[in-house]
């Protein structure tokens, strides 16, 4: 490997191991709820999304989250899979005049905090507040990364 481009490589490197370890996730293919039991270590989780959908006009996607230890509500909280994402990665983006998609992966800007190690329930609701009248929704999976 030529001498310049080793600091590129591990700015790389560790840029990827910033992203975290996927723990588990929650496919969604339509609006609704679900559960999904992960075993996560103490310390910050992070909720990235994992989308392909399309759609005309306005839209506001959103997915409230909800984690539990022990029978405990320890966080919740709404997270926007089409707002502001920190980190992408295999991501396709369009804007044509006013017909959008997305496609990818993306870190979101919600979190969470868990207190102690072991296993946690992630309640999470997907739903569409703002729905255009053409939407296509192939995939809109929350993806829980520690």
Known sequence: MA????????????????????????????EGTATTTVT????DVAFWTDL???????AVIRYDVEVEQGG?????GACNPLGHLGVKTGWAE???????????????????VVPAAGSTNVKVTL???????????????LVIKQ
Do not use: Q, Y
Request: glycine share 12%; with cysteine; proline share 6%.
């Open 3 to 30: 001498p310049n481009l080793r600091p590129l490589l591990v700015v790389s490197l560790l840029a990827f191991a910033a992203c975290g370890k996927e723990k588990g996730r929650v496919p969604f293919t339509a």
């Open 40 to 43: 996560l270590e103490a310390g």
């Open 52 to 58: 392909d959908l399309k759609w005309e006009g306005d």
């Open 72 to 76: 405990k509500v320890i966080g919740s």
């Open 94 to 112: 369009t804007n044509l005049a006013g017909s959008h998609t997305r496609s990818g992966n993306g870190k979101m800007d919600c979190r969470a």
């Open 127 to 141: 739903s569409v507040p703002t729905k255009p009248g053409v939407f296509t929704l192939k995939k809109a999976d």
